[in-house]
T-cell receptor, first 112, second 111 residues
Framework: DAGVTQSPTHLIKTRGQQVTLRCSPKSGHDTVSWYQQALGQGPQFIFQYYEEEERQRGNFPDRFSGHQFPNYSSELNVNALLLGDSALYLC???????????FGDGTRLSIL | GIQVEQSPPDLILQEGANSTLRCNFSDSVNNLQWFHQNPWGQLINLFYIPSGTKQNGRLSATTVATERYSLLYISSSQTTDSGVYFCAVERVLNAGNMLTFGGGTRLMVKP
C-alpha cells in the first residue's frame, strides 16, 4: 500500500522561473493539501483540493496555483519564483473529514 | 486564525530519560495530530488524537480539548527520537480541513 509520493525530491531554479511539483495521494484518499515549510519553521497551509477543485486556501499569493486530476493526484505550480520561495513543499492526503492527514517526503526547492 | 504554541522550543535529553512536550491552542478544534519530523525532513504521523489518551510503545499522548491543550510523553528516550516534534490542529471550515502547525519542539537525545 503506497503512501503519499512526491516528485521531484530536489529542485533548483532561478528567480523569475516557474516550477511544477507533483503529488500522488495515499491509496483510497481523495483530498490533497499542499504545505510550505521554510527552514526552522512549521509547515504553512497553501491550499486543498477535493473533487478537482480548490476547496480551501491559505494566505499565499496567486503565484501559487494548483490542480487535481481525476485520479486524485495533484500539482502545485509556482510562477515568477522569488528567493523567499525556497522551502520544503509537502503534500498531504486524507479521505473525508475527521481522518488523519498523511504526508509525503516533500520536494526541496532552492531558488538561486 | 487559530494560534498553536508548543513548549519547550528546544530540549536536550540523555538517552533513557523521559520528557513531556506541550501544545496549547487558542480555539476549539475538530482534530489534533502529533508528528515527528526526522533529520531528512520526513513528517511521520505519531498520533491522531482529538481527545482522550492514546499510547504507542514508548510514546503516549493526551488531549484535553475543553482546556485547549495536548501533551506528548516520550519515555526511555533513544537517539532515534531526535528531530522536531510538531503539533497540528484542524478546524473544519467551509468543508475544508486545513492543519495549523505549531512552531515545533526540537529534541536532541544524546547517547
Amino acid at each position: 500500500d503506497a503512501g503519499v509520493t512526491q516528485s521531484p525530491t530536489h529542485l533548483i531554479k532561478t528567480r523569475g522561473q516557474q516550477v511544477t511539483l507533483r503529488c500522488s495521494p495515499k491509496s483510497g484518499h481523495d483530498t490533497v493539501s499542499w504545505y510550505q515549510q521554510a527552514l526552522g519553521q512549521g509547515p504553512q497551509f497553501i491550499f486543498q483540493y477535493y473533487e478537482e477543485e480548490e476547496r480551501q486556501r491559505g494566505n499565499f499569493p496567486d503565484r501559487f496555483s494548483g490542480h487535481q486530476f481525476p485520479n486524485y493526484s495533484s500539482e502545485l505550480n509556482v510562477n515568477a519564483l522569488l528567493l523567499g520561495d525556497s522551502a520544503l513543499y509537502l503534500c498531504a492526503s486524507t479521505q473525508g473529514n475527521n481522518q488523519p492527514q498523511h504526508f509525503g517526503d516533500g520536494t526541496r526547492l532552492s531558488i538561486l | 486564525g487559530i494560534q498553536v504554541e508548543q513548549s519547550p522550543p528546544d530540549l536536550i535529553l540523555q538517552e533513557g530519560a523521559n520528557s513531556t512536550l506541550r501544545c496549547n491552542f487558542s480555539d476549539s478544534v475538530n482534530n489534533l495530530q502529533w508528528f515527528h519530523q526526522n533529520p531528512w525532513g520526513q513528517l511521520i504521523n505519531l498520533f491522531y488524537i482529538p481527545s482522550g489518551t492514546k499510547q504507542n510503545g514508548r510514546l503516549s499522548a493526551t488531549t484535553v480539548a475543553t482546556e485547549r491543550y495536548s501533551l506528548l510523553y516520550i519515555s526511555s528516550s533513544q537517539t532515534t527520537d531526535s528531530g522536531v516534534y510538531f503539533c497540528a490542529v484542524e478546524r473544519v471550515l467551509n468543508a475544508g480541513n486545513m492543519l495549523t502547525f505549531g512552531g515545533g519542539t526540537r529534541l536532541m537525545v544524546k547517547p
